[in-house]
T-cell receptor
Framework: DVKVTQSSRYLVKRTGEKVFLECVQD?????MFWYRQDPGLGLRLIYF???????EKGDIPEGYSVSREKKERFSLILESASTNQTSMYLC??????????????FGPGTRLTVT | EDKVVQSPLSLVVHEGDTVTLNCSYE??????LLWYKQEKKAPTFLFML????IEKKSGRLSSILDKKELFSILNITATQTGDSAIYLC??????????FGQGTRLTINP
C-alpha cells in the first residue's frame, strides 16, 4: 500500500520566516509533486521532480524552491514566507511509466498559516 | 491557457437524492480525465476516463467522458452523508502533469 507522508498537518509561521515542508514516500516512486490548494482555485502545481536532484517548475513556482536529495524525500522551501502563501500544501508521488499516466498518490496535506 | 472548470462549486442536497457534478476542460495534449474524492485528508482516486462514451461505474458512482464536447460528469445516486466531500476533476496533460478544476463541495444533509 502506497504511503505518502508529510511532516506536519498544521503549521503556523511568521512573515519572513524560512519554512520547510517535507514529504516522504515509501514506494520507490520516481516522480514527486508539490501542489497548493486554495478555495475556488483547486490544486495548482508548484514544482515537480522526476528524479533525484532534478526539478521542474510547475504553474506557480514564484516564492518557492524545492530540494530532492534522496529518491524518497521531496522538500518544499519558502525562503521568506508571506501571508499570501497561507494555504493547504499537498505532496504527491507516482511511478514513471513509458509515456503513459501513472496514478499520483497524495499525502494528507499541510495546512500552513503565515501571520 | 489550459483550464478545467467544475460546476457547481458548491451543492447541498438531502440524503437519498441523486447529484450530477460537471467538469469541462480546454487542455492541450489531453490524455485522460480523472475524478478524485477529498474528505479532510488526501484526495482519493475514483475514476480515470480516456475514451468517449464509455461509462465507468463503482457502486453508486458513475462517470462518463465526452471528448467531442470536452466535458465529463460524475453521478452519485442514492446519496449518503458519507458522500459529503470535495470532488476534484483533473485532466492528465502529457505523461504526468495534472490540471485541476476548482472542485465541487458536496454536502449531504440527513
Amino acid at each position: 500500500d502506497v504511503k505518502v507522508t508529510q511532516s506536519s498537518r498544521y503549521l503556523v509561521k511568521r512573515t519572513g520566516e524560512k519554512v520547510f515542508l517535507e514529504c516522504v514516500q515509501d514506494m520507490d516512486h520516481e516522480n514527486m509533486f508539490w501542489y497548493r490548494q486554495d478555495p475556488g482555485l483547486g490544486l495548482r502545481l508548484i514544482y515537480f521532480s522526476y528524479d533525484v536532484k532534478m526539478k521542474e517548475k510547475g504553474d506557480i513556482p514564484e516564492g518557492y524552491s524545492v530540494s530532492r536529495e534522496k529518491k524518497e524525500r521531496f522538500s518544499l522551501i519558502l525562503e521568506s514566507a508571506s501571508t499570501n502563501q497561507t494555504s493547504m500544501y499537498l505532496c504527491a508521488s507516482s511511478s514513471r511509466g513509458a509515456g503513459y499516466y501513472h496514478e499520483q498518490y497524495f499525502g494528507p496535506g499541510t495546512r500552513l498559516t503565515v501571520t | 491557457e489550459d483550464k478545467v472548470v467544475q460546476s457547481p462549486l458548491s451543492l447541498v442536497v438531502h440524503e437519498g437524492d441523486t447529484v450530477t457534478l460537471n467538469c469541462s476542460y480546454e487542455v492541450t495534449n489531453f490524455r485522460s480525465l480523472l475524478w478524485y474524492k477529498q474528505e479532510k485528508k488526501a484526495p482519493t482516486f475514483l475514476f480515470m476516463l480516456t475514451s468517449s462514451g464509455i461509462e465507468k461505474k463503482s457502486g453508486r458512482l458513475s462517470s462518463i467522458l465526452d471528448k467531442k464536447e470536452l466535458f465529463s460528469i460524475l453521478n452519485i445516486t442514492a446519496t449518503q452523508t458519507g458522500d459529503s466531500a470535495i470532488y476534484l476533476c483533473a485532466v492528465v496533460q502529457g505523461a504526468q502533469k495534472l490540471v485541476f478544476g476548482q472542485g465541487t463541495r458536496l454536502t449531504i444533509n440527513p
